[in-house]
């Protein structure tokens, strides 16, 4: 028997599975995300990186991986990617020698600049359906699941 695309499927106890839905949104907007910066070369972690360093100018990398959750060693490789595509600044820190401060050039600027308005224009589109306080609340409950990271 030929399976028809339309049909729909009873998935389930995925259908009562937070996870499940967390992972199918997740690929949801990552790949809304791609299609609306595909073509600067940014990717999610580089511009969690960038806006970590556009509110905090002079941070040292650490700092900035140990907020979003990168491990040290990942962290030297993006870090590096940043700076040889002239968008980050990395200087030995005035407060700790053995750490690096991190800046955004002005090419870093124009390009967290234009992917935010990318990303603003995608997240719009995403949720066009949801209200504001939708979205304000399901930015907190993320957030209280993000919380339970160990």
């Known amino acids: 028997m030929a399976e028809d695309a339309e049909t729909p499927v009873d998935i389930g106890v995925l ?13 949801v907007a990552v790949a809304d995300f791609m299609r ?3 073509d600067t ?11 970590i360093v556009e509110r905090n ?3 040292n990398q650490g700092t900035v991986g140990r907020s979003l959750g990168i491990k040290r060693a990942n962290m030297v490789a993006l870090i590096n990617e940043l700076v040889d595509a ?3 600044d990395r200087q030995v820190s005035a ?24 990303i603003r224009a995608h997240e ?21 699941v993000e919380a339970r990271e160990s």
């Open 95 to 118: 407060e700790d020698r053995r750490a690096f401060a991190l800046n955004l050039t002005a090419k870093g600027r124009r390009a967290y600049d234009d992917c935010l308005a990318r």
């Open 124 to 144: 719009d589109a995403l949720l066009s359906d949801f209200s504001a306080e939708e979205r304000a609340l399901l930015i907190a409950l993320l957030s209280r």
């Open 36 to 38: 609306a910066v595909g």
């Open 57 to 59: 100018p002079g941070i």
């Open 86 to 88: 002239g968008l980050l």
């Open 41 to 51: 070369g940014m990717r999610q972690v580089l511009f969690g990186i960038l806006s």
């Open 15 to 27: 259908s009562e599975l937070v996870g499940y839905h967390l992972r199918r949104a997740t690929n």
